[in-house]
Nanobody
Framework: QVQLVESGGGLVQAGGSLRLSCAAS????????LGWFRQAPGKEREFVAA???????YYADSVKGRFTISRDNAKNTVYLQMNSLKPEDTAVYFC?????????????????WGQGTQVTVSS
């Protein structure tokens, strides 16, 4: 497993932007596929975005065109650039890592998780 620490959350007005970062420990970062998930109060955790070992990217329909996931293997960091934020994007955002191939949108296949960072979008 790898240790993950998210940062960059906060309060922003609708239409604004935030960039989340997730720093990972260890020297095998490039071997992991990485994902961002979010959980709003009273709702289940949902997939947001993922990036594969070969930098293929995947997005939930609700964020496509607004969010961008990227990774910097030299810095052991994955990012989530969030633009045109909406109040419905309000949630705790988690990054996750996995070594197993398969459906990158499936939360159960990720074996390392960060502690989460709060994103609040005001209307």
């Amino acid at each position: 497993q790898v240790q993950l620490v998210e940062s960059g959350g906060g309060l922003v007005q609708a239409g604004g932007s935030l960039r989340l970062s997730c720093a990972a420990s260890g020297r095998t970062f490039s071997r992991y596929a990485l994902g961002w998930f979010r959980q709003a109060p009273g709702k289940e955790r949902e997939f947001v975005a993922a990036i594969s070992w070969s930098d293929g990217t995947y997005y939930a329909d609700s964020v496509k065109g607004r969010f961008t996931i990227s990774r910097d293997n030299a810095k052991n960091t994955v990012y989530l650039q969030m633009n045109s934020l909406k109040p419905e994007d309000t949630a705790v955002y988690f990054c996750a890592a996995r070594t197993v191939a398969g459906n990158l949108k499936a939360a159960h296949a990720y074996d390392s998780w960060g502690q989460g960072t709060q994103v609040t979008v005001s209307s």
